[in-house]
Nanobody, 118 residues
Framework: QVQLVESGGGLVQPGGSLKLSCVTS????????FSWYRQRPGEERAYVAT????????YYTNSVKGRFTISRDNAKNTVYLEMNSLKDVDTAVYYC???????????WGQGTQVTVSS
């Protein structure tokens, strides 16, 4: 019933930009804060950013702070991640999920692949 569908990934050159979308359904979107995560090959899934359910606050891991911006559109049940000044270390599969504190709420979607390469 619950669906989290990430999209917007692709191949981009270092220094470039990309905007990811997470379209959700099957639950009350406005009840939850949302986070983005990423997973590099051979590594565990890592935290990237959070936006609160009120849309009043956002949080970022240090490695993306100042480069990435998380946002949400409650009318569209969608979370976004605008990524600028991309680096090769940003290459990963990116996932979204609802959160309560540090607890992930739903099953993971398929994610969207971001590849930063010249």
């Amino acid at each position: 019933q619950v669906q989290l569908v990430e999209s917007g990934g692709g191949l981009v050159q270092p220094g470039g930009s990309l905007k990811l979308s997470c379209v959700t359904s099957g639950f009350n979107f406005g009840d939850y804060g949302f986070s983005w995560y990423r997973q590099r090959p051979g590594e565990e899934r890592a935290y990237v950013a959070t936006i609160t359910r009120s849309n009043g606050h956002s949080y970022y891991t240090n490695s993306v702070k100042g480069r990435f911006t998380i946002s949400r559109d409650n009318a569209k049940n969608t979370v976004y991640l605008e990524m600028n000044s991309l680096k090769d270390v940003d290459t990963a599969v990116y996932y979204c999920n609802a959160v309560a504190g540090s607890t992930v709420i739903f099953k993971w979607g398929q994610g969207t692949q971001v590849t930063v390469s010249s």
